[in-house]
């Protein structure tokens, strides 16, 4: 009678008129607009040391190779843009656990007991694989993509060869560092994405299974698109994500048979 009363009260709270809805998410979306902006504000003075710990990957590899480690502007507004770029794309990620709870939040009231436990272990593995991802690509890609494009200069010598020397601009090289970070530590939330759409019903492991070849094609479209025309880091992204998706294969797999045990037990009951 209890359980039965229990599930009764979790129906009605996960009954609540649209317009409560829709005032639960505005108010949400704008929590989570201010924590982004204060976030922003105060990444914003840091911005300089910041940019100084993403510039480490080149500037170690110009130092190691005797040269001058500096990168240079062109433009007046270039160095203040590139500091709120910085403060951009770091007050997201310090908001981001707040955004994620505020997600949840709102989620949460039209789940049951069991869906929210279910749920939960997601919600906490979705950041810490994209905090993995950007590390991986922060010192393990980074270093050998830079490496490789540096490769390509050469110093004038008796034969007259016009000297090709790296003058990097610190607008591109964030772009192209964040770039890295973002396409791994977003790549890296593959398993995640798969498994919830598993549990959801939308995907099975025998249609991952089925739609393997066509998955490798296109994870090579996007390590070709997300990636500078550098083979070697097109190969690593290529290589982690498809790894990521044979993951995913056997994660969708333990959740089928989780679901096989529940509607076992369902029956016997019966």
Same mark, same amino acid.
């Not at 110009?62 to 500096?70: A, G, M, R, S, V």
């Not at 009231?109 to 929210?116: D, H, R, S």
């Given at each position: 009678m209890k359980k039965k009363q229990e599930q009764q009260d979790e129906i009605e709270s996960s009954n609540a008129p649209l317009i409560e809805h829709l005032s639960e998410l505005r108010s949400r979306l704008i929590w989570s607009v201010l924590a982004f902006l204060l976030c922003m504000v105060c990444v914003f003075p840091f911005s300089k040391y910041i940019f100084n710990f993403l510039a480490? &990957?080149?500037?170690?590899?110009?130092?190691?190779?005797?040269?001058?480690?500096?990168?240079?502007?062109?433009?007046?507004?270039?160095?203040?843009?590139?500091?709120?770029?910085?403060?951009?794309?770091?007050?997201?990620?310090?908001?981001? @656990?707040?955004?994620?709870?505020?997600?949840?939040?709102?989620?949460? &009231?039209?789940?049951?007991?069991?869906?929210?436990?279910?749920?939960? &272990?997601?919600?906490?593995?979705? &950041?810490?694989?994209?905090?993995?991802?950007?590390?991986?690509?922060?010192?393990?890609?980074? @270093?050998?993509?830079?490496?490789?494009?540096?490769?390509? #200069?050469?110093?004038?010598?008796?034969?007259?060869?016009?000297?090709?020397?790296?003058?990097?601009?610190?607008?591109?090289?964030?772009?192209?560092?964040?770039?890295?970070?973002?396409?791994?530590?977003?790549?890296? #939330?593959?398993?995640?994405?798969?498994?919830?759409?598993?549990?959801?019903?939308?995907?099975?492991?025998?249609?991952?299974?089925?739609?393997?070849?066509?998955?490798m094609v296109t994870i090579l479209v996007i390590a070709a698109v997300v990636t500078p025309p550098d083979v070697i880091t097109q190969i690593i992204l290529f290589s982690v994500v498809y790894s990521l998706y044979e993951i995913s294969i056997l994660l969708v797999k333990l959740v089928e048979k989780k679901k096989e045990k529940v509607l076992q037990q369902m029956d016997e009951n019966i």
């Open positions: 480490m &990957p080149i500037t170690e590899l110009l130092t190691i190779q005797n040269e001058e480690n500096d990168l240079i502007f062109t433009g007046l507004q270039q160095g203040f843009m590139v500091n709120v770029k910085i403060s951009f794309f770091g007050g997201f990620i310090v908001s981001f @656990p707040f955004i994620g709870f505020q997600v949840w939040r709102f989620i949460a &009231p039209g789940l049951y007991k069991k869906e929210k436990l279910a749920f939960l &272990p997601f919600l906490i593995a979705s &950041p810490i694989l994209f905090f993995v991802g950007s590390a991986f690509a922060y010192f393990i890609v980074l @270093p050998l993509a830079f490496n490789f494009f540096l490769s390509f #200069q050469n110093t004038s010598d008796l034969n007259d060869l016009v000297g090709i020397k790296y003058l990097g601009t610190i607008n591109e090289y964030l772009s192209l560092t964040m770039r890295f970070i973002l396409a791994f530590g977003i790549c890296f #939330q593959l398993p995640v994405l798969l498994t919830l759409m598993g549990k959801a019903g939308l995907v099975s492991s025998n249609s991952l299974i089925g739609i393997r070849k066509y998955a």
